[in-house]
């Protein structure tokens, strides 16, 4: 089979808030264009895009699918993406890789927390969006109300191009305001061919038919003079119209159905194929210099059985199977053994794939997501995913030890899939910590950790970070003499430390040399800078590192045969800890910028809430029925706020954070730290 012409090919994402129904979406299109033979269910576990096990038990999608129909003479190829804050890596890249989004909504929610990052990625991107207005089947469902919060929150050019026939438990059809024509609820079978609009609908279609026309006809100069002469317009015409005007991002059509049951996917189908340009008229911006071949990986799935699959878009092609391609990034040369289209877990064989596709290949080396494959080496910069920062952090143990090394191998695979899913070892505590962008994700990392790659973790709230600085000036002199039969011991050295102000927000260390009179010799002074340094690691509050000090060695003594580097080191750390003690020492702890949105009637819960932890409120900005909320709160408070917020908000609320800067702990905090550190440290000697 030769490759599908890209002007015969419509990339798409579906998108969205979690659970509107995307995978069950991509089911039904598939299903209604013959992909498949039953309609599956996401409840059972049986649709093409929700295979992975993990998904199927959780009854939500964790990672992004490939999968491909025919519909009209035009191969749609659909990347279905995960809608929960934890998983848009995958969400993110696949923009990368689409002319257009499919941006789901619920026909009961609305606008929703993530329907607007989605959508404000897919505005950076310049993507071409079409919405679907889906579950109009659910209690308190409400087309219309929707279709107003699309143009209230997302863009005013968001357009109806299909409407319901009733609502809710009543709706038995839609109408496609394009061609003229209803389709009526298949109960999850094939819909039938179009049908006559019911004479019940002719206001709300008048009315709608004309607000689509208007809509369509100011975006194209010469379809307004045939349009205001009072010529009626043929589909096709308005269809083209409606095309470009789509792909200039001047309009957004709002389909409309019930993916559950299959209803909707015809009119949807068509609307793809004639209003989304094709990867012919839309391009990519991915730069693959001159090469004749070249790929962009957007996705790696790392299936133990049949190793790793890399997702691709055909950037310059067409490409075939048994060819051999550099990665600029590594030089490496990678074999495409065979080229393959996806269908879900499901992988087909072809002989090529041509530009603008997308496709699979099995078993590259050391490719991960994001690079470029080209057939010659030349240099590009492969894109950049602007992927979101882990905004949580657990401390990650494996259950039985000696599993360290397993643990580590099994989470840099894990990265390798999701790169927003990161293991670090914090220097400061010692913890390997496991950061991503929700706890689920966390959590799904550790299921699979233990299904994938049989290694069992247990995670705990994460140590924060804290840090000693002194506020006030103090010296001290410190003689460290030993005398032991032979050779003895002697150091001697009088510092001063004083308060070191941050650079740049950060908290610095300073040794200032003041030795006059070579009262010690030049080669001893570093050896007490050595001390301090390392006494500073440990500070006596609660052993919290100690910086943002400036050490000033102003005076000392040395002996001509019992001085060495180890007594002046030894005599600097204890003169360290002397003057430290008199430096009014403080603990300091890391504060956090914390964004949370939550629905509008939350905001006097999640703020006293945030109250309680310590927070401080920075501003609020309401748009659309949710409220972002942004605060400063200190790192201690905020470990486990995930859980609390999933409570206050019914689920609804969703958050971000970010390092900000260290502050002083109060001082009754700061008591009851200093006072467990203690007791951790006798239990630790006893
Ligand atoms: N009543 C009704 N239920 C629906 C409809 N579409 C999907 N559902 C159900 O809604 C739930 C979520 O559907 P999914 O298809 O998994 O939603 P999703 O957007 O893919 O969810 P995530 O991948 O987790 O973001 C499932 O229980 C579906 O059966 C619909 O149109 N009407
Ligand atoms: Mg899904």
Not at 118 to 123: F, I, L, Q
Not at 248 to 275: F, H, M, Q
């Amino acid at each position: 089979m030769p490759a599908t012409e890209p002007t015969k090919i419509r990339n798409i994402a579906v998108a969205g808030h979690r659970g509107v129904g995307k995978t069950s979406l991509v089911e039904a299109l598939l299903f209604e264009a013959g992909k498949t033979n039953r309609l599956g269910t996401v409840e059972q576990g049986t649709t093409v895009s929700d295979w992975d096990e993990h998904e199927q038990k959780r009854g939500m999608s964790l990672s992004g699918s490939l999968c491909h129909l025919e519909w009209n003479d035009r191969k749609i190829n659909l990347v279905d993406t995960p809608g929960d804050a934890g998983f848009q890596a995958d969400t993110y890249a696949a923009l990368r890789v689409v002319e257009g989004v499919v941006v789901v909504l619920s026909g009961v929610m609305g606008v929703e927390v993530n329907t607007a990052r989605v959508w404000k990625r897919a505005e950076e991107q310049e993507l071409s969006r079409v919405l679907f207005v889906n579950m109009l089947d659910r209690e308190r469902a409400d087309f219309f109300r929707v279709l107003e919060a699309a143009r209230q929150q997302l863009s005013d050019r968001c357009v109806a191009i299909q409407l319901p026939i009733g609502s809710e438990h009543e709706l038995t059809g839609i109408v496609d305001l394009l061609h003229m024509c209803a389709y009526m609820d298949p109960s999850g079978g094939r819909e039938g061919g179009p049908q006559p609009i019911p004479d019940s609908m002719a206001d709300p279609v008048r009315e709608h038919r004309e607000k689509l026309l208007d809509a369509v006809v100011e975006t194209d100069e010469e379809l307004m003079g045939r349009y205001l002469e009072g010529e009626e317009l043929d589909p096709h015409a308005v269809a083209d119209a409606l095309k470009q005007a789509v792909t200039r991002d001047e309009l957004y059509p709002v389909a409309c159905g019930v993916a559950s049951k299959n209803l909707g996917t015809t009119a949807l189908l068509d609307l793809l194929v004639e209003g989304v340009p094709s990867p012919a008229k839309k391009g990519t911006t991915i730069e693959f210099g001159d090469a004749k071949q070249a790929v962009f990986i957007f996705k790696t799935i790392a299936d133990p059985f049949t190793g790793r699959i890399s997702c691709f878009r055909v950037l310059s092609g067409p490409v075939t199977g048994d060819t051999t391609l550099v990665d600029p990034r590594t030089h490496a040369k990678e074999r495409l053994g065979q080229v393959l289209t996806m269908q879900g877990k499901d992988s087909e064989t072809v002989e090529e794939l041509g530009i603008g596709d997308l496709g699979a290949v099995a078993k590259l080396k050391d490719v991960v997501t994001g690079d470029v494959l080209v057939d010659h080496e030349v240099a590009v910069e492969p894109p950049h995913i602007d992927f979101p920062e882990p905004v949580m952090s657990f401390a990650v143990t494996p259950k039985a030890k000696g599993d360290e090394e397993k643990m580590a191998t099994g989470l840099r695979r894990l990265h390798e899939e999701d790169p927003t899913l990161l293991l670090r070892r914090d220097p400061q505590t010692g913890e390997q910590l496991l950061s991503g962008l929700s706890q689920m994700q966390v959590e799904v990392a550790v299921d699979r950790l233990n299904t994938r790659f049989h290694v069992e973790v247990e995670l705990h709230p994460p140590r924060v970070p804290y840090k000693e600085t002194i506020r006030k000036e103090a010296r001290a002199r410190h003689r460290y003499k030993k005398q032991t039969g032979g050779r003895g011991q002697f150091g001697d050295c009088a510092i001063v430390l004083e308060p070191l102000p941050p650079e740049e927000g950060e908290l610095g260390y300073e040794f200032v040399d003041k030795i006059v009179g070579g009262v010690i010799s030049q080669g001893y002074r570093p050896a007490v800078d050595k001390g301090i340094r390392e006494a500073m690691e440990h500070g006596e509050l609660a052993g919290a590192p100690v910086q943002g000090v400036r050490v000033l060695l102003v005076d000392g003594m040395e002996h001509n045969v019992d001085s060495s580097e180890m007594a002046f080191k030894i005599a600097g750390s204890m003169a360290f800890k002397e003057a430290y003690q008199q430096a009014d020492p403080v603990l300091l702890e890391p504060i956090m910028e914390l964004e949370v949105t939550v629905p509008d009637d939350t905001v006097g819960a999640v703020n006293g809430d945030l109250n309680s932890r310590r927070g401080r409120l920075q501003g609020m900005e309401p748009a659309g029925g949710m409220t972002t909320i942004k605060a400063e709160v200190p790192m201690a408070e905020i470990l486990t706020y995930s859980q609390a917020l999933t409570s206050m908000t019914g689920g609804r609320g969703d958050y971000s954070m970010h390092f900000l800067r260290y502050e002083e702990v109060p001082t009754h905090v700061a008591q009851k730290i200093i006072e467990q550190t203690k007791r951790e440290r006798e239990e630790a000697k006893v």
